[in-house]
Structure formats: C-alpha cells, structure tokens
C-alpha cells in the first residue's frame, strides 16, 4: 500500500513497540481519498485574516529572519519548525510531524520484528505515557504498565521532548538497556526500572481450546491488528470450529490497536449480518457505517476480554461485539481513543499524520477520552497493578515508603504474609521476606537487597503469567461455560 493512501487509527502518532515506530492502522473508507496537496477548508469568519494574508505573513517572517537575524540560520531548520509549530498548535497527540528519519523507523516498525523495549506510547497532558505494554516483551517483564508516565529516559527528563524524541532515546539496539523513570498513578514517588532492549516478534493471532465442565471454549487473542491478522483470525477461528466449540472468547487486552481494515474484516466473522460494525464521522458530520457481511451467525456464545491497555481498533472491536452482537465484554474499561489519521508523505522522506475523522461505535457512541465500559467488570488481584521494585538501598526493619508497600503486595501475591500493605516494614513482613528467601535459595537476611528484589520481581511476573491467577480470564470462561450449557 502506498503511504499516501493509507488511513490510520492509531494509538500514538510515534510509538516504541520494539522502538522503531508503531502499530499503525490503515483503512479505506470507500471514497476517494484526499491528497496531500488537498486545498484546505476555507474559513468564513471576517475577523481572522485571509489565507493568502495568513502566508505573506508567513513569507514576511521567514525574510526577515533568514535575512537579517544576527546569527546565522539554517533555513531547512526554519521550513521545519514552522510545519511542527502547525502541528503543535492543533494540541492534537494523534497528530504529529516525522523528520525523514522518524518516518522512516516509523515505516520500519511495520515489519514481522523489530527491536525495543515493546511498550506503546502516548502523549497524555504533555506527558510521555504508556498505553500498553506488548505481551511477553520486557517492558512488561520490567512490570511496566497502562498509564506509567515516563519523565525521564536515563537521566535525562522528557519534560521538553516530543513524543518522536522520545522514542529515539527509549529505543536501540538488541542487548543494550534503558533506565525510564516513572511515576505511576498508585506510587506517592517516581522510582526507575531498567529495561533490556530485545527483538520483539509481532505475532498478531493466538488460539486454544479450554475445557471446562464439559465445554469447549474457542480462546483468541488478537495481540495487534496488522495487515494479515484477519486472515489469521479467520483461519483460527475455521480451525477452532473444525474441532467443535462450544462458545468464543476473544481477547484484546493490551492490545494497543493497528489496522482498521483488519477489525472491520473480523467484524464480519463474528457480528450479525447487516449491524454496524464502526461508523466514521467526517468533518462535515455526515457518517459512513461500516455493515457486516456476515451470511450466517454464529450457533455459539461469544464474549470478550477488555482492559486499560485496550485502544483504538481493540474498541472498536469490542464495542461492536457488545452493541451489535449482543455480546458480553468482561474485564476493564479501555483505553479511550476515537480518531483516524491520515499518512501525507513528503517529497525529502518526511511524513505528516493529521487526525481526520471521528470513529464511533455500532450504535453511534463517541469514545474518545472514556474508553469502553466492560458489561461484566472484573479486576485483577492487587499484586498485578503494583509499582515495579526499584531498591536502590537495602531495604530493612522500620522503613516506611512506597518501596517497602510494593514489596509487601508482591509478598502478599507470593503467599508470604506480611500483615500489612501500608509501607511499614515491621517484623511480620521481615519475616515474609524471610521466608520468601528461604524457599528461593536467597541468603535469610530479612532483608529486601537488590538480589531479593529481583527474585521478588521475577517470581511475581511467573504469577501473573499463570492463567489460573487471571481472574478476567477465569470469569470470561465461566461465563461462556454457564451459557453453552
């Protein structure tokens, strides 16, 4: 596909996934697509002034600066930060300007793998934020989550980067670290987490089958939405049934979003012929509705998994499960984003992605900064939302702050009892500690180092991994067993 034709709803505008660029979703909306050259919109209002005195103001400017500015200036320079001075003002993150360089990585991340940390990245009131972190990649290994601002990338603050700079600093090269300070919504204090760069594989489609009390629940996750992930999906799903299932799950949790062609398409794998499977708002306010094609509904219960991390075309996925399915979504709300870009590609390898339209759900709802509500919410155990270790001293009898809070949940998620969650490390949690390294072959110091805060990390990460402790997952199965039956 050429870059000038693609449509995009994206999560962020430059993102780290593997930190090369980003999950982008193109889409063709049945029109014919405006080029980059597209005129703009005039603007009937008598008090601004016209587009052409607009410009000469423009020219005037840049004269006066490339002429008789004391030092000397790099004219490219000026051509550059007049488009992102556009762009900024337009206080829109979704809409951003890439440098040659930028748009080429972002161009890169398209590809099957690419290297990075494996987080998608927003910018949130000014603030570099993660929208989620990749399954199985180290940023979520590191126990980065949802909604952790970044506000400094080793060292160094993020307060007056871009996103796109950011990205450059966050990504590099396989075996290499980056140390990101976070503050997290639920920590008194921003603590750092050191993350090793990998190569993060983009598998978009996993399936299983689950048994339970006789029934044979079909189980996909959609990690991403590529280019091939519906036809991914439509194989699973074929293969799914050619072994007999008794009800769907989808799972689109942390899935950060990708190509809307892609969830239109699986749309119609699972929706009523005829229902509304996304709907895009134009500028103008006229609609254009997306049907489903398909030609026989399905004979079995389907629901989906939603949480924080969920956005964009993972919305609407799950929104049009729910309003035109009927379908239950158990889990979170989501992540809460409602525009589509548009690619213009320029002449020297530089790229302008510009919010065009609105999406909006089946039934018609704007999501943009609420998310989807889940039908069924169900939360995970505390210790899946607790602030990541970051022990720079030992960490001993009579502290009190947020380290020694975090390490007490995790113990607490480990089965070792502290007694308390407050911050206090008292003698119950000195004996949790304890005990937590007598069964991990750790030296019994009753004492938190930097080794024993590993293992704590490590092994808390085993848990959250361990399906039996997914409690979305548990009631989401429960749920379709209760009706198949």
Known sequence: ?????????IVVAAVMIAGAGGVIAGISIGEEEPGPNAAPQSNDNSTEPTTEEGWDKVHEAYDLISEQYVEDVDNEALFEGAIEGMIEELDDPYSVYMDPETASEFEQSLSSEFEGIGAEVNMVNDTVTIVSPVQGSPAEEAGLMPDDQILAIDGNSTEDQTLNEAVMDIRGEEGTSVVLTIGRPSASEPFEVEVEREPIPMETVESETITQNGQTIGLIE???FSEDTATEFEEQLDALESEGIDGLLVDVRGNPGGYLNSVQDIG????PE??????????????????????EEKDYPIAGLINQGSASASEILAAALHEAGDYELIGET???????QQAYPFADGSEMNLSM????????????????????????????????????????????NEQVSSAQNLLQGLGFEPGRTDGYYDEQTENAVTAFQQSYDLEESGEIDEE??????SAIVDEIQDPENDRQLNAAIDHLVNEAS
């Open 357 to 400: 339209f609105r999406w909006l759900t089946s039934d018609g709802n704007n999501i943009h900064e609420e998310g989807v509500e889940p039908t069924i919410e169900v939360t995970q155990p505390d210790y899946f939302y607790t602030t990541a270790l970051a022990v720079d001293e030992t960490l001993t009898i009579d502290d009190n």
């Open 222 to 224: 959609i990690i991403s």
């Open 1 to 9: 596909m050429n870059a000038s034709g693609k449509w995009l709803v």
């Open 274 to 295: 005829g229902e509304p499977i996304v709907q895009i708002e134009e500028p103008n306010g006229d609609v254009n509705i997306t049907p489903s094609v398909l030609s």
């Open 268 to 271: 119609s794998l699972l929706v």
């Open 452 to 457: 024993t805060a590993q293992s704590l990390h």
């Open 334 to 340: 989501t992540f809460g984003k409602g525009t589509v």
